[in-house]
């Protein structure tokens, strides 16, 4: 009998001996450097369980074992589970430090840059382009639904999702719009401020012009003159695809709901998505007398108080484009 427990004895012993040696060995896989000798990216799918990413883990080169990783979570306990993503994993990185990445959800952040000035479908070709996002989205969107700015996205994330946050983003920027404009510019409602905005966009480029542009419409709206916008014409010929080219005379007598030359007032509804730079010009217009506005060929453009003044101001420019179209 106590040859029996001595015998059990040594076998514990030697169980227990053998799983401290057992533990250390595996400390030391979590902890030491990893087997990829650059830095790599692997994306883990929605869904996957702990041994299917340490498989993923294994057949792309980052561990040398798939149940590591198991062994790994079970020694490090954390409540946080393995999150899903798109994941940027350094040269020799540990299982140790990708467990962490893992857990911590340190994904690749992608950027989707929209500029001012696009139409909703532009924009739109922009999302469905997008490298990384996924799923379907609606087709068409009103004009001036979608605020243009800088989205940071993950690799699975949804078209659909990036389409409401641009239309969230453009309804919180058009509330604080309206919310701070100025009370004496003739504006009903913030739909009007949004279409005034939209030709704001499209009329300058240059950033310190913007409420000197607004404040030209603004002046003219309160004589009853009206716009004479040429990007409206444009947006009534061609739509929402967004082509750019030179007004002919076909097209200022070519009546559409947005022909501000053949119709008085706002045009029928935003030619753009505008910035929230425009947005805040069309509601705190500058304050001027002038009436007119013409490109001056340095990109920005001529104001004038009168028609003599723009008329002047369009001969030069004519002149302008007459010397470019002759050089060769």
């Known amino acids: ?45 929605r869904g996957l369980g702990s041994d299917a ?59 989707l840059t929209l500029p001012e000035g696009l139409t909703s479908s532009q924009i739109l070709d922009l999302i469905r382009a997008a490298d990384g996002l996924e799923g379907p989205m609606a087709e068409t ?10 989205y940071h996205y993950q690799k699975g994330d949804r078209r659909a999702e990036m389409v409401k946050r641009l239309q969230a983003a453009m309804q919180s920027t058009l509330a604080d719009a309206w919310a701070n404009r100025n009370l004496s510019v003739p504006l009903r409602t913030p739909e009007e401020l949004l279409v005034l905005a939209s030709m704001v966009e ?4 240059v ?60 045009p029928a509804s935003p030619i753009t998505n505008p910035g929230r730079a425009a947005l805040m010009a069309a509601a705190k217009p500058l304050a001027t007398e002038d009436l007119y506005f013409v490109a001056d060929g340095t990109g920005g453009h001529a104001f004038a ?8 101001n369009v001969a030069k420019w004519r002149q302008i484009e007459k010397t470019r179209a002759a050089k060769p």
């Open 207 to 266: 950033a310190a012009e913007r409420e000197r542009v607004a404040g030209v419409f603004i002046n003219r709206l309160r004589k009853g003159m009206r716009l004479q916008s040429d990007p409206t014409v444009l947006y009534g010929v061609v739509g929402g695809a967004g082509a750019t080219r030179s007004l002919t005379r076909a097209d200022l007598d070519t009546d559409t709901p947005w022909n501000t030359y053949t119709r008085a007032g706002l």
């Open 305 to 312: 108080k009168t028609l003599d003044e723009h008329n002047r």
């Open 141 to 150: 969107l009103p004009e001036g639904s979608l605020l243009p700015e800088t």
């Open 1 to 45: 009998m106590l040859r029996l427990l001595s015998l059990l004895l040594g076998a514990l012993v030697f169980a227990g001996a053998l799983f401290i040696v057992s533990l250390r060995w595996v400390e030391a896989q979590i902890d030491k450097p990893g087997p990829t000798s650059v830095t790599k990216v692997i994306y883990i799918r």
């Open 202 to 205: 499209k009329e300058t480029g």
């Open 53 to 111: 990413i340490g498989q993923q883990l294994m057949d792309e080169g980052f561990i040398e074992k798939p149940w590591l990783l198991m062994a790994a979570q079970q020694l490090r306990r954390d409540p946080r589970a393995l999150r899903a993503g798109e994941y940027e994993i350094a040269a020799g990185a540990s299982l140790s430090a990708i467990l962490e990445q893992l857990r911590a959800g340190r994904t690749v952040v992608r950027r």
